[in-house]
């Protein structure tokens, strides 16, 4: 196991910021002095991860090894997110609010082929709704795997298993329109129209434009996927919420040169807390 201490480090956040479609609260329970812990798990890079969290304690049941190989540069923990928090311009009330409100957000290092299609499957569609289609795709096109504990997991879909797949099929994950989207996307990736090898090499400008290249994938998806997958972290994708609150606070523009290298990951602060703050007034 690994601890891992850090206030700007939250699984819950991470679980619905809106990047991460199979990270999943398992549990909550009370320890014998009154701390309320979360148990999550993620399967990723055909590996399944088991993590718990009590304020900014978090828990890897993960080797050393395994942490050092995979998981601190996942969970992008080399980064100091409290200085990017600082550097937010004071006078920008909105912007602090929203660092403030999701303040454990960090920008995860994910497969770049889930990204494409995770995000494909995300247009037009709800962050319940994109797990339970993204579910349906491992369970039917994934490997099933077994921890040494006995949990069973799927890997995601490889590209020739979703190229060779019916589009009904396809239909049946609940994936609308985008089906054809997912079955040519895929069958581009595995004729070799583009090769996700060299976009992970790519500077982010170049990635966006290649990326766009497959079948579904707009300027949206593709700035998604170069921040959520490729880790440019100046990519700053925009969705009804975020062109929302661009009109609203900022009219006259992002001040993307403030914050050079980084604009993404402040998007994602405004992101989640504008998300928050929409789900509670159809709440209310």
């Not at 900014?56 to 080797?63: M, R």
């Not at 050092?68 to 540069?73: D, G, V």
């Not at 289609?133 to 799927?154: A, F, H, N, S, V």
């Amino acid at each position: 196991m690994v601890t891992i201490e850090n206030e700007h480090f939250s699984l819950k956040q991470i679980c619905e910021s809106g990047q991460c479609f199979r990270l999943e609260m398992l549990k909550e329970w009370e320890d014998p002095e009154g701390r309320t812990w979360e148990k999550y798990g993620l399967p990723a890079f055909g590996r399944y991860l088991v993590t718990e969290q009590c304020g900014n304690k978090v828990n890897l049941f993960c080797s050393e090894e395994e942490f050092e190989l995979i998981w601190k540069n996942y969970f992008d923990l080399q980064e100091d997110y409290g200085k990017i928090i600082a550097s937010i311009d004071p006078e920008d009330s909105y912007l602090n609010q929203a660092a403030a409100f999701g303040s454990g957000i960090r920008i995860l290092r994910q497969d770049l082929w889930e990204m494409i299609i995770s995000f494909i499957i995300s247009q037009q569609n709800n962050i319940t709704r994109i797990r339970r289609c993204i579910d349906l795709l491992c369970k039917r096109y994934g490997d099933q795997r077994q921890t040494e504990e006995g949990t069973t997991y799927y890997t995601f879909p490889l590209p020739e298993a979703l190229a060779e797949a019916g589009e009904e099929d396809l239909y049946a994950c609940n994936l609308g329109y985008r089906s054809r989207y997912v079955r040519e996307t895929a069958a581009s990736i595995c004729r070799g129209e583009v090769e996700l090898k060299a976009v992970m090499t790519m500077k982010a400008e170049d990635a966006v434009k290649e990326l766009q290249k497959l079948c579904g994938v707009g300027i949206k998806v593709a700035n998604c996927v170069s921040l959520f997958a490729l880790h440019h972290t100046d990519a700053f994708p925009v969705d009804t919420h975020i062109n929302k609150v661009l009109k609203t606070q900022y009219p006259e523009g992002f001040p993307f040169e403030r914050y050079p290298g980084y604009s993404g990951s402040l998007q994602q602060y405004i992101f989640f807390y504008d998300l928050s703050k929409s789900s509670r007034r159809i709440n209310d």
